[in-house]
């Protein structure tokens, strides 16, 4: 059963909860259900997965939500808080403390990385939700010189930085901790990129993660940081070596272009094609 509801639902089959109460019920094997819970426990609170699902509600300037991890010393709170970009937002009492902390946080880092900028929240007063509890309506602002706009008029890379700015921290200051971020590049300019990459690798505690397009990374990140995926469904992740000083980023666009790797790394196009592939479909509607 808890098999099915796994593949069902697309989740963990091992660290399922029902399973989990299974083991802790009559599985007696006290060594391996230690092992499992801590392993659950240490994806519950330290593993961070940020896919591009999470990421395309900021795409579409909808929603923007806000992935965090607060550490008090005696419990973890975690989790993703979802902020409004086309008005106003409604959060728990609870939510709201959490948010007010959050962007205390954010704010110490997020000036140093784009100059004289900071987040605001506005409070617009508290009501009552169908369930009768107490909420509180809020807005996130951004702030340049004094200047307040909406945050849903940033560019979307800043957007993306400010939600993950929080688990990026965490992950910075705490060597337990392991981030995974898809598409880290998506809308954020490449210097800084570059930037806060070299800053991470020479001194973040944690683990990260990350997928990437742009080859940035290739210049700031050392040669055994790096996975390169391929075109061959069977080997699909590869190293690349660099040769003496040469530049890995020029080593794997000579790769693209003349090949010499153990795997293709990319599938071979033609420029020619291309362009008469646009004419032609140009021609279908007279233009």
Do not use: W
């Not at 509890?133 to 909406?150: D, F, G, H, S, Y």
């Amino acid at each position: 059963m808890c098999k099915r509801i796994s593949v069902r639902d697309k989740v963990s089959f091992i660290f399922n909860e029902e399973l989990i109460k299974i083991f802790k019920n009559e599985y007696v094997n006290v060594e391996h259900n230690f092992i499992i819970e801590a392993i659950s426990h240490f994806a519950k609170s330290n593993l961070f997965v940020i896919t591009n699902e999470h990421s395309a509600p900021i795409s579409l300037n909808f929603i923007i939500p806000i992935s965090f991890r607060m550490d008090d010393g005696d419990t973890i709170t975690s989790g993703d808080i979802p902020i409004n970009l086309l008005g106003p937002s409604f959060v728990s009492e609870q939510d709201y403390g959490i948010v007010m902390q959050i962007i205390k946080q954010l704010n110490i880092v997020l000036e140093t990385i784009i100059p004289n900028t900071q987040l605001e929240i506005i409070n617009l007063g508290n009501e009552l939700s169908e369930k009768a509890e107490k909420i509180t309506k809020i807005e996130l602002l951004v702030v340049k010189k004094n200047i307040k706009i909406p945050l849903k008029y940033e560019s979307e890379g800043i957007k993306k930085i400010i939600s993950i700015l929080s688990t990026l921290i965490s992950m910075f200051n705490n060597p337990a901790i392991c981030l995974l971020v898809d598409e880290l590049d998506a809308g954020i300019f490449e210097y800084l990129l570059g930037e806060l990459l070299n800053i991470i690798e020479q001194q973040g505690r944690g683990q990260f993660i990350f997928t990437s397009h742009n080859l940035r990374a290739l210049e700031k990140l050392k040669k055994d940081s790096l996975i390169f995926s391929t075109t061959n469904p069977d080997n699909r992740f590869i190293t690349i070596i660099r040769r003496g000083n040469s530049n890995l980023r020029d080593t794997y666009l000579r790769g693209v272009d003349l090949g010499g790797f153990n795997e293709p790394i990319y599938e071979e196009t033609n420029s020619f094609e291309i362009a008469y592939a646009f004419r032609e479909a140009g021609d279908i509607f007279g233009q």
